[in-house]
């Protein structure tokens, strides 16, 4: 069972199955939102996701396809949790950093590689995307 939840508490999470990939995202809007240079999600079935806990979304309407990403985060701490794609197919994207234990999920690929930032660079063998896989 792969564990999670916000700096707070307030919001966990339990994660039944094994993540779909593990990728780097280096879109404009995810740097905003991870306050870094990229975000590092798993793309999970949203049926595997169990959530306890009230989380707030922002509707995130500035995106390349013009389909909404819903930003679901804690409303207490801001902490940012999940981002479900308007067309998601029923995955949701979990922020990697919100893992009680991230460290076995490396990045198998990047997204978005048109707006990585100059100094990132992409770890060997790491596939990369101009934009979504």
């Given at each position: ?6 700096n ?10 094994a ?5 780097q ?6 740097q905003?939102q991870?306050g ?5 999600n ?6 595997d996701?169990?959530?306890?806990g ?6 995130d ?10 930003r ?5 701490c801001?902490?940012p ?8 197919n ?8 919100t ?6 999920f490396a ?18 063998g ?7 896989a």
């Amino acid at each position: 069972m792969i564990e999670g939840g916000c700096n707070c508490g307030a919001v966990r999470y339990k994660l039944a199955g094994a993540p779909l990939v593990t990728a780097q995202c280096h879109c404009r809007n995810c740097q905003r939102q991870s306050g870094s240079a990229f975000s590092v999600n798993l793309v999970v079935r949203l049926s595997d996701v169990e959530t306890t806990g009230e989380l707030t979304t922002w509707i995130d309407r500035d995106t390349h396809s013009g389909n909404p990403v819903y930003r679901r985060f804690c409303g207490t701490c801001g902490s940012p949790i999940f981002s479900d794609l308007a067309r998601g197919n029923g995955t949701t994207i979990i922020k990697l950093g919100t893992l009680d234990d991230p460290a076995a999920f490396a990045p198998a690929v990047s997204v978005w590689t048109t707006t990585k930032l100059p100094w990132v660079e992409l770890p060997n063998g790491q596939k990369g995307f101009e934009r979504n896989a």
